[in-house]
Nanobody, 115 residues
Framework: QVQLVESGGGLVQAGGSLRLSCAAS????????MRWYRQAPGKQRELVAA???????NYADSVKGRVTISRDNAKNTVYLQLNSLKPADTAVYYC?????????WGQGTQVTVSS
């Protein structure tokens, strides 16, 4: 059974930083493409960052230069470092991994950025 458990969200002032974690079980993050999405109130879920098994990464234009996705293979965990946070970054952040029939999702972690 695959489980993705996010943590690290919280309330932070604009300009601050947070590091989100996604602890995975049932899958091996080192050989899978792992992604972070976010969903703000009233908006569609959007891709924030992706990390492929070969090491390449890509980011949404809205977060480029402020966000870094990384993995700790020994801990089977994926991270999302958020810097220079803006109120527009306020959302629930979700970890995502591919599955044979459908994608796996975590329960999400709330990030709230105050101005």
């Amino acid at each position: 059974q695959v489980q993705l458990v996010e943590s690290g969200g919280g309330l932070v002032q604009a300009g601050g930083s947070l590091r989100l974690s996604c602890a995975a079980s049932g899958i091996i993050v080192s050989i899978n493409a792992m992604r972070w999405y976010r969903q703000a109130p009233g908006k569609q879920r959007e891709l924030v960052a992706a990390s492929r098994s070969g090491g390449s990464t890509n980011y949404a234009d809205s977060v480029k230069g402020r966000v870094t996705i990384s993995r700790d293979n020994a801990k089977n965990t994926v991270y999302l470092q958020l810097n220079s946070l803006k109120p527009a970054d306020t959302a629930v952040y979700y970890c995502n991994a591919p599955g044979p029939d459908y994608a796996y999702w975590g329960q999400g972690t709330q990030v709230t950025v105050s101005s």
